[in-house]
């Protein structure tokens, strides 16, 4: 049984930061595509940041380049997102993905994927 449980979002004024992490059970964080989407209010849900482990690719949306970080404790079997410097347009459900099998990251979202609950993060 999959398990993706996040954890680290809060309530941050204009320029503050915030960790997400994202813990796996029942999964191995070294595969496929994993990574982190958002949903703001009245939006629909975006791709973040995500890394691609063949290849060794690593995605990061043009609103977040250089202030968001993505990272992964393999011995942990943990995600995690660093985010400096956040905006209001920050402000989102933050969900942490990893593929299934025959699953895939694309455009937007991700494919034949495990979510988690999301957690909340807000910036005013």
């Known amino acids: 049984h999959v398990q993706l449980v996040e954890s680290g979002g809060g309530s941050v004024q204009p320029g503050g930061s915030l960790t997400l992490s994202c813990v796996a059970s029942?999964?191995?964080?070294?595969?496929?595509?994993m990574g982190w989407f958002r949903q703001g209010p009245g939006k629909d849900r975006e791709r973040v940041a995500t890394i691609m482990i063949l290849g060794a690719t690593t995605y990061y949306a043009d609103s977040v380049k250089g202030r968001f970080t993505i990272s992964q404790d393999n011995a942990k079997n943990t995600l995690y997102q660093q985010m400096n410097s956040l905006k209001p347009e920050d402000t989102a459900m933050y969900y942490c993905?990893?593929?299934?099998?025959?699953?895939?990251?694309?455009?937007?979202?991700?494919?034949?994927?495990?979510w988690g609950q999301g957690t909340q993060v807000t910036v005013s």
């Open positions: 029942g999964y191995t964080l070294n595969r496929g595509c």
């Open positions: 993905a990893a593929t299934g099998k025959g699953g895939y990251c694309s455009g937007r979202s991700c494919f034949s994927c495990f």
